[in-house]
């Protein structure tokens, strides 16, 4: 059975640093793009960006170019969204995504 | 960037009644292999997304066959043949044609 599992729930202050993980299992990890995406509170779905977890290939959408970074390791099965410094305005649910398959999501607070 | 415009963004629907959304996007979807990345998702409050459709028309495994998916090029739609009370929630379409990939805006699917 195919399964992506995320981390859990975290609240952080502004300016923190952060990390969020996508653990998949149940297929062979290095062989589809993982995606990352975001949905602020009452919005719709946005593409963040895609790892090709076999060689590390990654692509950001422009509005996310340079916010986060997205990265695997593919000795773990595991894909990571990291935040150097967090807003206020990343407080949101983030998803990882396979072609057909969703994480249950990762609810990150940014609160002071 | 390939926009995808979905009407209407909302729908009351009696139950036992067919529901129809449609996704139009701003370039054509026909990727160079021939495929059209096309795909729809349906998200019930509180919960992760979670796939209906894939390329066009292709039921993922579960889904009931009440719902369909058809169209081609730039013109895409959803049909639901008798709506249900678990089928209410948000649809999105959604291209993994071109990167960046994007999503429409969602439909939100209610009962009158």
């Known amino acids: 059975e195919v399964q992506l599992v995320q981390s859990g729930a975290e609240v952080k202050k502004p300016g923190e640093s952060l990390k969020i993980s996508c653990k998949g299992s149940g297929y062979s990890f290095t062989s589809y793009w993982i995606g990352w995406v975001r949905q602020m509170p009452g919005k719709g779905l946005e593409w963040m960006g895609i790892?090709?977890?076999?060689?590390?290939?990654?692509r950001y959408s422009p509005s996310f170019q340079g916010q986060v970074t997205i990265s695997a390791d593919k000795s773990i099965s595991t894909a990571y969204l990291q935040w150097s410094s967090l807003k206020a305005s990343d407080t949101a649910m983030y998803y990882c995504?396979?072609?057909?398959?969703w994480g249950q999501g990762t609810l990150v607070t940014v609160s002071s | 960037d390939i926009v995808m415009t979905q009407t209407p963004l909302s729908s009351p629907v009696t139950l036992g009644q067919p529901a129809s959304i449609s996704c139009r996007s701003s370039q054509s979807l026909v990727h160079s292999d021939g495929n059209t990345y096309l795909s729809w998702l349906h998200q019930r409050p509180g919960q992760p997304p979670r796939l209906l459709i894939y390329k066009i028309s292709n039921r993922f495994s579960g889904v009931p066959d009440r719902f369909s998916g058809s169209g081609a090029g730039t013109d895409f739609t959803l049909k639901i043949s008798r709506v249900e009370a678990e089928d209410v929630g948000v649809y999105y379409c959604?291209?993994?044609?071109?990167?960046?990939?994007?999503f429409g805006q969602g439909t939100k699917v209610e009962i009158k």
């Open positions: 995504a396979r072609d057909r398959y």
């Open positions: 959604t291209q993994a044609t071109q990167f960046p990939w994007t």
């Open positions: 790892i090709y977890p076999s060689d590390s290939d990654t």
